[in-house]
C-alpha cells in the first residue's frame, strides 16, 4: 500500500474530463478544478486477489476523504463528491458487498439520433482482466440500465466470468 501526497495538479483536461462524467455532481467543476495537488492511493496486488486489493482501495479512500481539505475524489473515470463517496462505500462495505460502483464506472447516456434510446458502457473491468461492456440502443430507463450494467460488472468480477461471442446475461427470464 502507498499513500502519496502530490503537491502539484492533475491536467485540466483530466479533470474536465472526470467531471464530465458524474452528471450527478454539477458542482464539482467549480469546488475541484482549482484543485492544488492530491493524494493517491495505491494498492498493489502481489498475490493476485484483485478483488480484495479493490475493496483495501476503496477503504483507504475513505479513510483519506476524511482529511480536512478533500475537495473531491477521482475514481476511474470519474470525479465524485467526498460525501457521495462515503455514502456509495459505507453503503456498500457495512454490507460486505464489493463496492463496484466505485471500482467499475458505468457510463449511461442517450442517443437522440436514436429515438432516444439509451446506451451504457463500462471502464475498469480491464483492470480484472476482463473485455469492457457495452450495451447498444436498449429501451430501458438510463436508472434501470445503470443498476443492470452495475449488477453485470460485479457478477462478471466476484464470478470471474469470461464472455464468449453470442453469450447473453439477464438475472431473470425476460432479461436479456
Partial sequence: VAISVVPHPLPRKV?????????????????????KG???VYV????????????????????????KHVSGVGNVSCV???AN??????AFLDEGLFPTSLIVYIGV????EDEGRV????????????LEIEII?????????????????SYVILGDVNFEDGETVGFSDDQK
Avoid: M
Avoid at 450527478?24 to 467543476?29: S, T
Fill in 119 to 130: 446506451n451504457a458502457y463500462t471502464s475498469g473491468l480491464d483492470r480484472f482482466g476482463k
Fill in 44 to 67: 498493489s496486488c502481489k498475490d493476485g486477489d484483485l478483488i480484495n486489493s479493490a475493496s483495501l482501495s476503496v477503504k483507504l479512500s475513505t479513510s483519506v476523504l476524511q482529511q
Fill in 137 to 153: 440502443g436498449t429501451k430501458r430507463n438510463p436508472e434501470a440500465l445503470y443498476h443492470f450494467l452495475t449488477d453485470v460488472a
Fill in 85 to 90: 463517496y462515503l455514502d456509495t462505500a459505507n
Fill in 109 to 112: 447516456y442517450t442517443d437522440d
Fill in 15 to 35: 479533470i474536465h474530463n472526470q467531471i464530465a462524467a458524474n452528471p450527478l455532481w454539477p458542482e464539482a467543476e467549480s469546488i475541484v478544478l482549482d484543485h
Fill in 38 to 40: 492530491y493524494v493517491l
Fill in 80 to 82: 465524485y463528491s467526498p
